[in-house]
């Protein structure tokens, strides 16, 4: 299951919560401020792991669902790659770049498939300017193998992806 969110300074994450979840509804985005035990088991351990390092607090990000509650990001990544093939703008983009003067001056951006204890993750550090040449770089946030023996790519989802954001 694919994981998007945000994470920002634990004592931040409430001042900014109900800001960001008016604005999500203005780009069909839901976020939701997650706990231990809400946190995607197949993340929870890397994830927890990172967030407690740093004091963090996690903010999922997901397509809003006319027809029943969304509980994945998958259709925010799909987003993304569709935003790599120029055939929509990235939402989340949009609606990170609307958030700028709520978002605190640094915060990190995570996406992730699985996440285990002690896995090792990529970490950029990255200006908010910069977010939309990044996905369209590197369709969207995995990593793409070369497969030699058949020509064509594969993406790689087994390593997670954190930029942090320098927002000042």
């Known amino acids: 299951m694919q994981f998007i969110g945000l994470a920002v300074l634990s004592n931040e994450v409430n001042d900014i919560l109900p800001k960001l979840k008016l604005e999500a509804s203005n780009f069909d985005l839901v976020i939701e401020h997650q706990e231990a035990d809400d946190i995607d088991i197949e993340v929870r351990d890397g994830l927890l792991g990172f967030i407690g390092s740093l004091n963090l607090s996690v903010i999922k990000i997901m397509n809003s669902s006319?027809?029943?509650?969304?509980?994945?990001?998958?259709?925010?990544?799909?987003?993304?790659?569709n935003f790599f093939l120029g055939e929509e703008k990235a939402d989340l983009l949009e609606f990170l770049s609307s958030t700028k003067?709520?978002?605190?001056?640094?915060?990190?951006?995570?996406?992730?498939?699985?996440?285990?204890?002690?896995?090792?993750c990529r970490y950029h550090q990255i200006r908010p300017e910069a977010l939309r040449q990044y996905f369209k770089d590197n369709n969207?946030?995995?990593?793409?193998?070369?497969?030699?023996?058949?020509?064509?790519?594969?993406?790689?989802?087994?390593?997670?992806l954190i930029l942090e954001i320098v927002n000042d």
């Open 140 to 160: 969207s946030w995995y990593v793409w193998l070369y497969d030699y023996s058949k020509g064509h790519y594969s993406a790689n989802l087994d390593v997670p």
């Open 101 to 120: 003067s709520i978002l605190p001056s640094k915060y990190h951006l995570i996406f992730a498939f699985e996440w285990h204890k002690g896995e090792l």
């Open 66 to 81: 006319k027809s029943k509650r969304s509980t994945t990001s998958s259709l925010v990544n799909q987003n993304l790659v």
